[in-house]
């Protein structure tokens, strides 16, 4: 069982920045793939960004250039740094660990709200 806490949501203006962190509780943290999806009110869960563990990104067109995803395998926590934030980027922000070999072994955080005001 893998846990992850995200954390850094909160709410800031439009144009603004926030960088979100999540921190996972697994010593082979390196092996999965991180990514972070974001779900809105009303809407679904949709795809922001991934990381495999050997650092091939994956980005939604709608924030490629604004956001960034990085990992930190020695502090087992991937991060995602958002730029240029708009207010269609409200959601809470979700963290999933992809086990690398084994498909559908997934964990999932508890989430992270982020608010961009007009």
């Known amino acids: 069982q893998v846990q992850l806490v995200e954390s850094g949501g909160g709410l800031v203006q439009a144009g603004g920045s926030l960088r979100l962190s999540c921190a996972a509780s697994?010593?082979?943290?390196?092996?999965?793939?991180m990514g972070w999806y974001r779900q809105a009110p009303g809407k679904q869960r949709d795809l922001v960004a991934t990381?495999?563990?050997?650092?091939?990104?994956n980005y939604a067109d709608s924030v490629k250039g604004r956001f960034t995803i990085s990992r930190d395998n020695a502090k087992n926590t991937v991060y995602l740094q958002m730029n240029s934030l708009k207010p269609d980027d409200t959601a809470v922000y979700y963290c999933?660990?992809?086990?690398?070999?084994?498909?559908?072994?997934?964990?999932w955080g508890k989430g992270t709200l982020v608010t961009v005001s007009s």
């Open positions: 697994t010593s082979i943290f390196s092996i999965y793939t």
């Open positions: 990381i495999t563990s050997g650092g091939s990104t």
């Open positions: 999933k660990a992809a086990h690398s070999a084994y498909v559908g072994v997934n964990y």
